[in-house]
């Protein structure tokens, strides 16, 4: 041990800064956060030094996760809300996906401005998501917005886009596939290129139609990148927050999980620490299993994550 650590002991010295700021920002809080979900914690028991009040919370036990997974509307209707969640992140990376790969091998293409076209397609991505928001949300207005500018030219009756509807959850699932599409169109595209052009040129002498060489080339070659990024697309999205609450708000019918836990902690008469950490835990929870599944149903494929 004395070797290898007089051996290694420059890389262990570049690391541990790394690790001890993670170790402060995300192992602390999330151990924090774990504990606090088997309390009664909340705004009125916790302790502040300015009022000179000591904490009063205690130990609850499972108290906490047993209402939430109840499904009570007064914990957040738990599985309604999960399967919001769900539809709002398969939505989002399905069309983060479909939309990205199609752009990817038309810039995969040889063709004039080709530069200039890939640029312009990134800039979404550029843009700081609170501008984004903030812009979507005056295009979106009912009253006003450009959108419904364009309806009622055509003849068409606008919408409330962002009102107490279903249709808010398709503005915002709207919003952030123009948002994530870029990342998924410059990673697909990376894979694109790195697909040996033999491969295509050998199977169009064999006689295979261009979707043919879709289906048993390109894809295939991809699915490493893909692997990838669709994990991130699905881990990402579902914790989505800004883009949901800056441009709807506490909207039931855009409430997600990770927004619920937000509204939770930040927002009400009483602040229920307690309950957003339980929401917090089990949106990790959730994310895991996942992870797990996924990686298995990859390594099932030949593909290691």
């Known amino acids: 041990m004395r070797n290898f650590l007089a051996r290694y002991w420059f890389g262990y010295a570049m690391v541990l800064p790394v690790i001890a700021v993670l170790a402060l920002l995300v192992v602390l809080p999330l151990l924090q956060g774990v504990y606090f979900g088997f309390t009664d914690i909340n705004d009125t028991t916790i302790a502040n030094p300015v009022l000179d009040r000591e ?14 997974l109840s ?33 990817a091998m038309l ?4 063709m004039r401005g080709r530069g200039l076209y890939r640029v312009l397609l990134i800039l979404p ?31 068409l009756p606008g919408q409330i886009w962002l009102g107490q509807s279903d249709l808010a959850l398709v503005s915002v699932i709207a919003v952030n596939v123009w948002l994530g599409v870029p ?3 410059v990673a697909l595209l990376g894979g694109l290129q790195a697909i040996p052009p033999d491969l295509h040129e050998a ?19 991809l699915r490493p990148v893909s692997s990838s990024v669709v994990l991130l697309g699905v ?17 039931p019918h855009t409430r997600i999980l990770v927004t619920y836990a937000f509204e939770r902690f930040f ?39």
């Open 125 to 155: 991505w550029a843009v700081p998501v609170f501008i984004s928001a903030f812009a979507w949300r005056y295009l979106l207005n009912a009253d006003y917005g450009l959108v419904n500018w364009v309806l009622e030219s055509l003849g």
């Open 55 to 68: 904490a009063r919370y205690s130990f609850v036990g499972w108290d906490n996760y047993l209402n939430v």
């Open 71 to 103: 499904g009570s509307a007064a914990f957040g209707s738990f599985w309604s809300t999960l399967a919001r969640t769900a539809i709002w992140t398969f939505a989002c990376v399905a069309c983060h996906y479909g939309i990205g790969l199609g752009l």
């Open 235 to 251: 881990i990402w999205t579902f914790n989505m927050f800004p883009v949901i609450y800056l441009i709807t708000g506490n909207n």
């Open 183 to 185: 990342f998924m169109m």
């Open 267 to 305: 927002s009400g008469a009483t602040r229920d620490y307690a309950i957003a950490s339980t929401y917090g835990v089990l949106i990790l929870s959730v994310l895991l299993v996942f992870a797990a599944i996924y990686r298995r149903a990859m390594a099932r494929q030949g593909e290691e994550l």
């Open 107 to 110: 810039l995969n293409r040889r």
């Open 203 to 221: 199977a169009e002498m064999d006689g295979a139609t261009p979707w043919q060489r879709f289906v048993h080339v390109t894809l295939p070659g």
